[in-house]
């Protein structure tokens, strides 16, 4: 099973050369630490910022470089830094290859929902919903239930849309999946995760099929 650093780890394989990613709060920001060493991948972010590089160590953080989320970032040679109006017009004349976020729900059928859970305070949109509807490829880093134990891989979501059929790839803690046809299809499982734990953690349509391989970094 995977913790939140195995989730980014695994997300990072999913870059490729020459893409834009935009990374959302919590688990994708983390993605920034571990691109493959060699590839010429250049990091977005909605408040302004072309060219993130990973998380500055500690004592050499620069309060007036953030991203999205707020934390403290670095930027690489040759970045940019502008206004969030430019950014978001990037992001809706579809520049961003990649957009990896974090999730409350993802249905079989690719709805997400990651932005609001009625009664409760959260952060709202942000630049979510303008990611959503403009990248080319989105993938969700996620853990696969809740603090209670329920699956967030759902026939349905129940919480408020962010994005309708949107979702191509998610990773887990348990598994990688394909979502397509309707279905969450198993692609890869955690190192020491069984197949039965997946299908006890996922509540929408799940196809396995032929053997598993474990994940790999």
Known sequence: MLDKTGIAKRIAKEVKDGMYVNLGIGIPTLVANYIPEGLNVVLQSENGLLGMGPFPFEGEEDADLINAGKQTITTLPGSSIFDSALSFGMIRAGKVDLTILGAMEVSENGDIANWK?????????????????????????????????????????????????????????????????HAFHLLERAKGVSIQQIKDATLGHLIIQGEIPEMEF
């Open 117 to 181: 859970i009625p009664g409760k305070m959260v952060k709202g949109m942000g630049g979510a919903m303008d990611l959503v509807a403009s990248a080319k490829n989105i993938i969700v880093a996620m853990q696969q239930v809740n603090k209670h134990g329920e699956s967030k891989l759902l026939k349905t979501c129940s919480l408020p849309l962010t994005g309708v059929k949107c979702v191509k790839k998610i990773v887990t803690e348990l598994g990688v999946y394909e979502v397509k046809d």
